[in-house]
Nanobody, 116 residues
Framework: QVQLVESGGGLVQPGGSLRLSCAASGSIFSGNAMGWYRQAPGKQRELVAT???????NYADSVKGRFTISRDNAKNTVYLSMNSLKPEDTAVYYCNRVGANSRDYWGQGTQVTVSS
């Protein structure tokens, strides 16, 4: 069964922190580089952080130094720790394998809202 379940979003003030989790099915997770994507209203989905099965990471310039991606291969779970959040980080956050496109399965995402 294909599954992606994101959680951990919420409303946070600027400068605050959140930790997102994504439970994935093995068919998506095992052996694949995984990523966190986000989509703000009126904008295209963008890839903000990636992690390989060997735990090499990469980040978009807009989040570098503030976000940390990690994975637990035993639990098929990917995490995104977000610090120093800014209003422009407001978006629905999704996880998926790196290279996923609109024809692939996507979960429901988790809403992150940064506002005072």
């Amino acid at each position: 069964q294909v599954q992606l379940v994101e959680s951990g979003g919420g409303l946070v003030q600027p400068g605050g922190s959140l930790r997102l989790s994504c439970a994935a099915s093995g068919s998506i997770f095992s052996g694949n580089a995984m990523g966190w994507y986000r989509q703000a209203p009126g904008k295209q989905r963008e890839l903000v952080a990636t992690i390989t099965s060997g735990r090499f990471t990469n980040y978009a310039d807009s989040v570098k130094g503030r976000f940390t991606i990690s994975r637990d291969n035993a639990k098929n779970t990917v995490y995104l720790s977000m610090n120093s959040l800014k209003p422009e980080d407001t978006a629905v956050y999704y996880c998926n394998r790196v290279g996923a496109n609109s024809r692939d399965y996507w979960g429901q995402g988790t809403q992150v809202t940064v506002s005072s």
